[in-house]
């Protein structure tokens, strides 16, 4: 298989294809699990590097929550079924 440009983007070369115990068995989910852990870890020592520096803390993102669609428009009239 070729690895595209950058790397395989997270994605283990054993694809997940196994049950959730054996995941901590593969060695690619391992490297994976790592990587992931150590990505939080430094996300929490920039936080708290930023704290140090300004004295504020800055608030924990989000997550992007998309906009609830806008109600479909009533349309009045049509079809007269009284009868006459």
Do not use: F, W
């Not at 395989?8 to 490297?31: F, K, V, W």
């Not at 430094?42 to 669609?69: D, F, H, K, M, S």
């Amino acid at each position: 298989m070729k690895v595209p440009p950058g790397g395989r983007m997270g994605i283990p070369r054993c694809g997940g294809m196994h049950g959730a115990r054996s995941e901590n068995l593969c060695y690619d989910c391992q490297t994976l699990i790592q990587s992931e852990k150590q990505t939080k870890a430094l996300e929490q020592l920039i936080t708290l590097v930023e704290y140090n520096l300004t004295g504020e803390r800055r608030a924990p993102r989000q997550p992007y929550v998309p906009p609830p669609p806008p109600p479909k428009p009533v349309v009045k009239g049509g079809m007269n079924v009284k009868p006459q």
